[in-house]
């Protein structure tokens, strides 16, 4: 019972720190970029393309708040894969001003535990069909 609870509550930990780098104030501050994700930070897009720690962060500098979306994420799964690694899995869209959604991603991120902190290490994005949003 003890290990469920542990597991809810790391599961809930990560949700919150993946969450912050779908909103928008997040990504157009480097610093907490920085501080969020693991210094060999690899991530392979929803589009195919590959980035490191520091073209990610670039890449999320340019976004404008008028062409940024609101990212949905839901139905979060926590799998531990040592007690210093764990794999969180689950599904996002992007909801725009408009009311259109779309974009619907299934995603994995690989999260390390360093000195104490969980940092995202891995991040990949694999399109798929239209799925109700929450």
Not at 35 to 47: K, P, T, Y
């Amino acid at each position: 019972m003890a290990e469920t609870r542990q597991s809810d509550g790391l599961l809930t930990l990560l949700r919150g720190k993946e969450a912050a780098l779908h909103r928008f104030d997040v990504r157009r501050d480097p610093d907490l970029l920085d501080a969020l994700l693991n210094d060999g930070f690899h991530e392979i897009g929803r589009s195919g393309r590959e980035y490191g720690k520091q073209s990610i962060i670039a890449s999320l500098l340019q976004e404008s708040a008028d062409d940024a979306p609101e990212i949905r994420s839901q139905d979060y799964r926590l799998t531990l894969l040592a007690d210093n690694v764990a794999l969180l899995n689950y599904r996002s869209a992007h909801l725009h001003a408009d009311g259109r959604v779309e974009n619907h991603a299934l995603r994995a991120s690989i999260w390390k535990k360093t000195n104490g902190v969980w940092r995202l290490a891995h991040h990949q994005g694999t399109p798929t069909d239209r799925f109700p949003v929450a």
